[in-house]
């Protein structure tokens, strides 16, 4: 509870407007401010050497995007702890972000239906820099790998799923916390580096 408390008192963003994220961190009882990054998310997948970097890179600018949107606000000083992540889906070394469509959720569920596939979820920590100016940081970036493996699904179960809405903001196009889990059928944490 001390360390928590720190924390809360150095002054911690959130530096995403997920649900879920929001929700891990009220869990543990972290108090916390919340400001999305406006970095789009348009990067280079080819230009990475593998979709790890890919979505570390993609975490690291938007940590970066808000730490300097927050640097700039004169009204408050950089944050004792700015936490930003990212989360992609990776089957058979192709990523699957958010589908553009209900369509593209489709083809994306179709393909991941009776096989495995991993979830990757990029996190990067930025915290002032003390001896530099007030707009550096120091980082830390980690990422977890997760596989998962999902069960047959019929078109009608997809389409349903679809319907719901739920997928059209989900790497993936699902979302395990939430209807789309009930599609997983094993998952096996695999790997976490830095």
Not at 144 to 159: C, H, K
Request: charged share 25%; with cysteine; aromatic share 6%.
């Amino acid at each position: 509870a001390g360390c928590i408390s720190n924390l809360s008192e150095a002054g911690v963003v959130l530096a995403s407007k997920s649900p879920r994220r929001f929700e891990i961190l009220r869990q543990i009882g972290l108090k916390f401010s919340v400001r999305g990054s406006t970095f789009e998310e348009n990067l280079d997948q080819s230009s990475f050497d593998s979709p790890k970097k890919y979505v570390l890179e993609t975490a690291r600018r938007k940590a970066v995007d808000v730490w300097q949107e927050v640097v700039k606000d004169k009204k408050s000083n950089p944050p004792g702890l700015l936490i930003a992540a990212d989360t992609v889906v990776i089957h058979k070394n192709v990523i699957l972000e958010k589908p553009h469509d209900p369509s593209h959720a489709f083809k994306m569920l179709k393909t991941l239906s009776g096989n495995s596939h991993e979830v990757v979820t990029a996190v990067v920590l930025l915290t002032p820099d003390r001896g530099e100016s007030a707009s550096s940081y120091q980082s830390r970036l980690f990422a977890e790998t997760t596989e998962v493996t999902f069960a047959e699904l019929t078109d009608d179960m997809i389409r349903a799923y679809v319907d719901t809405k739920e997928p059209m903001d989900k790497a993936g196009g699902y979302g395990i916390q939430g209807i789309g889990g009930s599609f997983v059928s094993g998952i096996k944490a695999r790997t976490l580096s830095t």
